[in-house]
T-cell receptor, first 114, second 112 residues
Framework: DAGVIQSPRHEVTEMGQEVTLRCKPISGHNSLFWYRQTMMRGLELLIYFNNNVPIDDSGMPEDRFSAKMPNASFSTLKIQPSEPRDSAVYFC????????????FGPGTRLTVT | SQKIEQNSEALNIQEGKTATLTCNYTNYSPAYLQWYRQDPGRGPVFLLLIRENEKEKRKERLKVTFDTTLKQSLFHITASQPADSATYLCALVGNQGGKLIFGQGTELSVKP
């Protein structure tokens, strides 16, 4: 298995632009998680899907952030409009259970908003 | 408020020694605790999971303890090797489900 796939690996954009991050979870996994990692705040959960349904989006910072999972093999995290404080590494992870089970992380997308 | 604390300072040890990393938490009643390893530029990799009713868990050179009275987990790497150098993250899951909350991580450096 190729593991969790994320694209792009790096994204540099100007403030105000729309950014879309993509994730393909491991086949057969029914849970998908989006995290954000910064030096100041560490690794934070943004949103969690189970069987393609959003379960907990309380970590989404504000309405500029949205996430979708149209099918079991694809998810997107969109930021519109982007701001410099959104600069971070965004990880997607998948698992075959709930939070209590191990999660498999992708390589991350490093986002820089200038 | 709920808080997870890991050694903020990097841990430097000599090859062959045992590395011990600490994870303390407050205002939590975690049902599970997990440890992950993260290398620079990569995503975290799951290492071990321990449940609240387990005192200790081992996997090869790794050992994790979980003391719910002290609200602490210790992560040990025996016979450490330079390849063990990485950042190690602990993560807690509450017993009502909910988010997996990560600590800030401790950077381990094993010198040959």
């Amino acid at each position: 298995d190729a593991g969790v796939i994320q694209s792009p690996r790096h994204e540099v954009t100007e403030m105000g632009q729309e950014v879309t991050l993509r994730c393909k979870p491991i086949s057969g996994h029914n849970s998908l998680f989006w995290y954000r990692q910064t030096m100041m705040r560490g690794l934070e959960l943004l949103i969690y899907f189970n069987n393609n349904v959003p379960i907990d989006d309380s970590g989404m910072p504000e309405d500029r952030f949205s996430a979708k999972m149209p099918n079991a093999s694809f998810s997107t995290l969109k930021i519109q409009p982007s701001e410099p404080r959104d600069s971070a590494v965004y990880f997607c992870a998948s698992g075959d259970g709930t939070f209590s089970y191990e999660q498999y992380f992708g390589p991350g997308t490093r986002l820089t908003v200038t | 408020s709920q808080k997870i604390e890991q050694n903020s300072e990097a841990l430097n040890i000599q090859e062959g020694k045992t590395a011990t990393l600490t994870c303390n938490y407050t205002n939590y009643s975690p049902a599970y605790l997990q440890w992950y390893r993260q290398d620079p530029g990569r995503g975290p990799v799951f290492l071990l999971l321990i449940r609240e009713n387990e005192k200790e868990k081992r996997k090869e050179r790794l050992k994790v303890t979980f003391d719910t009275t002290l609200k602490q987990s210790l992560f040990h790497i025996t016979a450490s090797q330079p390849a063990d150098s990485a950042t190690y993250l602990c993560a807690l899951v509450g017993n009502q489900g909910g988010k997996l909350i990560f600590g800030q991580g401790t950077e381990l450096s094993v010198k040959p």
